[in-house]
């Protein structure tokens, strides 16, 4: 019986990749304003009435293919942080693995701005929550860079917690410039230069 329920469980999982993966590309395609179930079930080759069973609302796959594209963002940026290279070239990959990728193919779509929007509406919840996720893990690695060069950062004013905090502000305040993806890139390395300079021995 476990073993059926197991085998029952994977198949439903498979079931909703597929539904998150047509999604995504149906909201890439028409944007969320056009795009009804009808079209959603349709590229992920379920039945309408089975595409209700999985969820109540177009609203709650939208939530559903947001939360997805945040972990894996998570679990790449992470695993870019653990890679071996120097201090910046990890972070700046980490950024990328975490930001940059994650939003390219939104903002190539001519529906991204609505998109974007209708994110903020949506599922601000979700993305607060991988901020916070994603400050605490890079907030972490700069903790430990610190204390491998014997930098106390409190003596200079600063914290790991606050430079990460600052990081992630200034990806914001380039979002709301409509800076994005390889616009971003240059800024980013300049502020990964100034916490090298938090960083360097006197």
């Not at 679990?75 to 201090?87: D, I, Q, S, V, Y």
């Not at 190539?108 to 949506?122: K, M």
């Not at 606050?162 to 971003?184: H, I, N, V, W």
């Given at each position: 019986?476990s073993?059926?329920k197991?085998?029952e469980?994977k198949?439903?999982d498979?079931?909703r990749?597929?539904?998150l993966e047509?999604?995504?590309?149906v909201?890439l395609?028409?944007?969320?304003?056009?795009?009804?179930?009808d079209?959603?079930a349709?590229?992920?080759?379920?039945?309408?009435p089975?595409?209700?069973l999985?969820?109540r609302?177009?609203?709650d796959?939208?939530?559903?293919?947001?939360q997805d594209?945040?972990?894996?963002s998570?679990?790449n940026a992470c695993a870019?942080l653990?890679e071996?290279g120097?201090?910046?070239?990890r972070?700046?990959?980490a950024l990328?693995?975490?930001?940059?990728?994650?939003?390219q193919?939104?903002?190539e779509?001519?529906?991204g701005?609505?998109?974007?929007?209708?994110n903020?509406q949506i599922?601000?919840?979700?993305?607060a929550?991988?901020?916070r996720?994603?400050v605490?893990?890079?907030a972490?690695?700069?903790?430990?860079?610190?204390?491998?060069?014997?930098?106390?950062l409190?003596d200079?004013?600063?914290?790991a917690?606050?430079?990460?905090?600052?990081?992630?502000?200034?990806?914001?305040g380039?979002?709301a410039?409509g800076?994005?993806?390889?616009?971003?890139?240059?800024?980013c390395?300049q502020f990964?230069?100034?916490i090298?300079?938090?960083l360097?021995q006197k």
């Amino acid at each position: 019986m476990s073993a059926l329920k197991d085998n029952e469980k994977k198949m439903e999982d498979a079931k909703r990749a597929r539904v998150l993966e047509g999604a995504m590309q149906v909201f890439l395609a028409y944007g969320f304003s056009r795009t009804t179930m009808d079209d959603i079930a349709r590229a992920a080759e379920i039945s309408r009435p089975a595409l209700y069973l999985l969820f109540r609302n177009k609203a709650d796959i939208f939530r559903a293919v947001e939360q997805d594209l945040l972990r894996k963002s998570q679990t790449n940026a992470c695993a870019a942080l653990r890679e071996e290279g120097a201090f910046p070239d990890r972070l700046l990959a980490a950024l990328d693995q975490a930001l940059f990728q994650l939003l390219q193919k939104v903002y190539e779509s001519p529906h991204g701005d609505e998109l974007v929007d209708f994110n903020n509406q949506i599922a601000a919840d979700l993305v607060a929550d991988w901020r916070r996720h994603m400050v605490e893990r890079f907030a972490a690695f700069i903790g430990e860079e610190a204390e491998r060069r014997g930098i106390k950062l409190e003596d200079r004013g600063l914290s790991a917690q606050s430079l990460a905090e600052m990081l992630f502000d200034m990806l914001a305040g380039l979002k709301a410039r409509g800076k994005r993806g390889s616009q971003a890139e240059p800024h980013c390395r300049q502020f990964i230069k100034l916490i090298e300079l938090a960083l360097k021995q006197k």
